[in-house]
């Protein structure tokens, strides 16, 4: 049984993405990890980032970006395929540049892979999700952050990443470009495992937050779409209030640690119960999806109902 990794990012290091540590975080149960590295600012530091961890396992394909072809997100998916599409190994494990895996989940995650190697109806295998959201011991757990998601996928050449690369479908026939279709597609048979994913995008230094919530809207909305609707907006991200988000009381990935303890924005959050953040409300905070919030969580025991699930439970 042969395991690839693979991931794709561009920018990374100037929008504050942990992508060398995502990578180290599951090195040891990989025989490959491909990193498809886009066309980059030239002050952008990832490659030799990348390069200090000197390991052979690791590839690069550097690659253009085409926000124009691959509009309203689907770059990110289409980038992600390149990454897929140059992997050997049976199963294929995508992480995201700000997502890391803690060393205590590696023999799980192997030896589930191990156990499902030569059963051709199951195509993935599914994770939970650790959503970090303004500092590194509080995390998100409201209505609209997607709890579970696919992470690893059998080597198919009709499974391919999905609308902007959070999660995988297989597409017989694929164009390779729609990256958005429904018909004809298929949600893959998945188990799940009993793993976390510590999903960091939403810790960042607040100017930081700020250039990558721009830098994600050009790709899903264009450039002189993101220019107009940062137009009037601060050059630092409100993070909101704080107050009420679940406290972490486990441990990070022995990866992340040099990474942490570079936090220093502490004075610019807010933990008042009366805070009122100066921009639009983001989903989370909405009315409707406190009240989802508040039945899953204090009604339903925890289980997320009212949510999409882009996959099949095998059995």
């Not at 394909?61 to 689907?74: E, F, L, S």
């Not at 897929?84 to 199963?91: H, I, L, M, T």
């Not at 995650?109 to 499902?116: A, D, E, Q, R, T």
């Not at 988000?245 to 008042?272: C, R, S, Y």
Request: aromatic content about 16%; proline content about 4%; some cysteine.
């Amino acid at each position: 049984m042969k395991i690839s990794g693979f991931t794709m990012g561009k920018n990374v290091s100037k929008l504050y993405y942990p992508m060398r540590q995502s990578i180290e975080s599951i090195l040891p149960i990989v025989d490959e990890f491909i990193v498809a590295l886009g066309d980059s600012d030239e002050d952008d530091t990832i490659l030799e980032e990348i390069e200090k961890i000197g390991s052979d396992k690791i590839k690069i394909i550097h690659t253009v970006w085409d926000i124009k072809k691959y509009p309203r997100g689907t770059e990110n998916a289409h980038q992600t395929d390149i990454a897929k599409n140059a992997c050997s190994g049976d199963w294929l494990f995508y992480l995201q540049a700000d997502e890391v895996v803690h060393e205590k989940y590696l023999d799980e995650i192997y030896n589930k892979c191990k156990l499902y190697h030569d059963n051709s109806e199951i195509e993935a295998l599914l994770f939970r999700y650790l959503h970090f959201f303004g500092d590194y011991e509080h995390y998100n757990n409201y209505h609209s952050w997607y709890p579970k998601e696919i992470r690893i996928v059998k080597n198919n050449p009709d499974i391919h990443s999905y609308i902007s690369a959070q999660s995988f479908r297989r597409i017989p026939d694929f164009d390779g470009k729609n990256y958005r279709q429904k018909e004809g597609t298929f949600k893959l048979n998945i188990v799940e495992i009993e793993a976390y994913i510590y999903h960091y995008g939403w810790v960042r230094p607040p100017e930081y937050m700020q250039k990558k919530s721009k830098a994600l809207n050009t790709i899903h909305h264009g450039i002189e779409k993101a220019g107009e609707i940062y137009k009037n907006e601060s050059e630092t991200f409100d993070y909101g209030n704080l107050s009420k988000l679940p406290k972490f009381k486990g441990t990070h990935p022995k990866v992340m640690k040099k990474w942490i303890e570079q936090f220093d924005w502490a004075d610019k959050l807010h933990f008042e119960k009366n805070y009122i953040p100066n921009r639009p409300k983001m989903k989370f905070e909405k009315l409707r999806y406190k009240i989802a919030t508040f039945i899953e969580q204090k009604i339903l025991g925890g289980n997320y109902y009212f949510g999409s699930k882009n996959w099949k439970k095998w059995k």
